[in-house]
């Protein structure tokens, strides 16, 4: 076990999967995020088709020189970090008003994550997305026992 938080276990990950980062990376991950949003949309029956068109534009490298040249901007930079730690922070808000054990969770989700690499430890990423694929070892997340804390 990880003397380590959720969070920084799930930054090393990256460090591991994406030791590269650059403009790209950075317009391939607000995609995915993107998509988690949309596919909590879409599980909760509401509208996210303008969001997953977003998402699909961003994975698919749309604005990749805009989005470069927006981070050279140390205030776009501070805005977009205030933005992401937010996005942590309201994240657990509903966890909590539906009674929801979010750190379990999340420590199964980053477990689920860690068994995505290669059986030698290495990432496999799709050619044509980037997007770190699921390995042999590859274990869901078993959530049931998170969803109703007391």
Same mark, same amino acid.
């Given at each position: =076990?990880?003397?380590?938080?959720?969070?920084?276990?799930?930054?090393?990950?990256?460090?591991?999967?994406?030791?590269? @980062?650059?403009?790209?990376?950075?317009?391939?991950?607000?995609?995915?995020?993107?998509?988690?949003?949309?596919?909590?949309?879409?599980?909760?029956?509401?509208?996210?088709?303008?969001?997953?068109?977003?998402?699909?534009?961003?994975?698919?490298?749309?604005?990749?020189?805009?989005?470069?040249?927006?981070?050279?901007?140390?205030?776009? @930079?501070?805005?977009?970090?205030? %933005?992401?730690?937010?996005?942590?922070?309201?994240?657990?808000?509903?966890?909590? %008003?539906?009674? =929801?054990?979010?750190?379990?969770?999340?420590?199964?989700?980053?477990?689920?994550?860690?068994?995505?690499?290669?059986?030698?430890?290495?990432?496999?990423?799709?050619?044509?997305?980037?997007?770190?694929?699921?390995?042999?070892?590859?274990?869901?997340?078993?959530?049931?026992?998170?969803?109703?804390?007391?």
């Amino acid at each position: =076990m990880s003397n380590l938080s959720p969070t920084q276990r799930i930054y090393q990950w990256f460090q591991k999967a994406f030791p590269n @980062r650059d403009d790209r990376l950075f317009e391939l991950q607000l995609g995915v995020m993107l998509e988690e949003v949309t596919e909590l949309l879409q599980e909760l029956g509401l509208p996210h088709h303008e969001l997953q068109e977003t998402s699909d534009h961003l994975k698919e490298g749309r604005y990749t020189d805009y989005l470069g040249n927006a981070m050279k901007d140390e205030a776009v @930079r501070v805005g977009v970090l205030d %933005a992401f730690g937010d996005i942590t922070v309201t994240t657990v808000g509903p966890a909590y %008003a539906a009674g =929801m054990d979010y750190e379990g969770a999340l420590l199964e989700i980053v477990r689920s994550n860690d068994s995505k690499f290669a059986e030698d430890g290495s990432p496999i990423y799709n050619e044509v997305t980037g997007k770190l694929m699921k390995g042999p070892l590859y274990s869901p997340p078993v959530l049931e026992s998170f969803t109703n804390k007391k």
